[in-house]
């Protein structure tokens, strides 16, 4: 016959454990996970910049998947999916390793900054040929110029070297781009 004790023993010491995987993280425990040099200037961004960044490979696959587009479009579209997919992985490490769920989370459904609305997103991929390219180097530009005054805040108000670093890349390689834009649309 089991004992009462070797029933009841293993029962107390799981809900003891459920008990402590329950609990929320305290905003010390957030911190810590954290490296010091991070302020809410960087979290913003990337909470921010992460969907944005996602909305431009989107929009790139879309062109990338439309008939009748120039190489140089298309190159373009590959160029920006490529980079800043690779931009998203980074940042979303940086918020997994500091436990920014919650702030990539609130920040995902927001529509701001040039990026488009779901209307918009729907317009470009409804086209092909030379309209769905011309829509596409229009509505990028714009992306874009949303991108960098987020960007530039980052550069100029984050604290986490790395982030400040990567920002300030994101805008060298963006404003190349959009004059590239700019010629693609002029010729």
Do not use: K
Request: aromatic share 2%; hydrophobic share 45%.
């Amino acid at each position: 016959m089991t004992s009462l004790r070797t029933l009841v023993l293993p029962l107390l010491l799981a809900a003891t454990l459920v008990g402590c995987s329950v609990s929320e993280p305290t905003d010390t425990d957030i911190r810590e996970s954290m490296p010091a040099a991070v302020n809410e200037v960087d979290l913003h961004f990337l909470g921010m910049m992460t969907p944005h960044h996602v909305q431009a490979v989107d929009m790139s696959d879309i062109i990338l998947a439309a008939e009748n587009i120039s190489e140089p479009t298309r190159d373009l579209a590959r160029r920006i999916s490529a980079g800043q997919s690779e931009e998203i992985r980074t940042m979303t490490e940086w918020a997994s390793e500091w436990d920014q769920g919650a702030v990539m989370q609130m920040h995902a459904p927001h529509v701001a900054n040039g990026m488009l609305t779901a209307e918009q997103l729907e317009g470009l991929a409804s086209v092909t040929g030379p309209e769905a390219e011309r829509l596409f180097l229009e509505l990028m530009h714009a992306h874009h110029e949303g991108a960098l005054a987020m960007t530039r805040d980052e550069v100029s108000g984050g604290g986490y070297p790395e982030l400040t670093t990567l920002a300030q890349h994101m805008i060298d390689v963006q404003t190349a781009e959009m004059a590239e834009m700019t010629q693609l649309l002029a010729g």
